[in-house]
């Protein structure tokens, strides 16, 4: 193994048992699966929804 070797680790997604969800655990982005959580978090930071409804 290199010393440019990144682990890599799960966002929040990992705990979803959808595939399209799981395929994107890894994914650098933080994402929220759809839930009251990231609709809270949204509100509270004054930030808008990006909703994915998939591409695969």
Known sequence: MSSN???RKPNRLIHEKSPYLLQHAYNPVD???W???AFQK???EGK???L???YS
Do not use: N
């Open 35 to 37: 839930s009251p959580e």
């Open 31 to 33: 994402w929220y699966p």
């Open 5 to 7: 070797h990144v682990t």
């Open 42 to 44: 949204a509100k509270r």
């Open 52 to 54: 994915s409804i998939g």
């Open 48 to 50: 808008p929804i990006f």
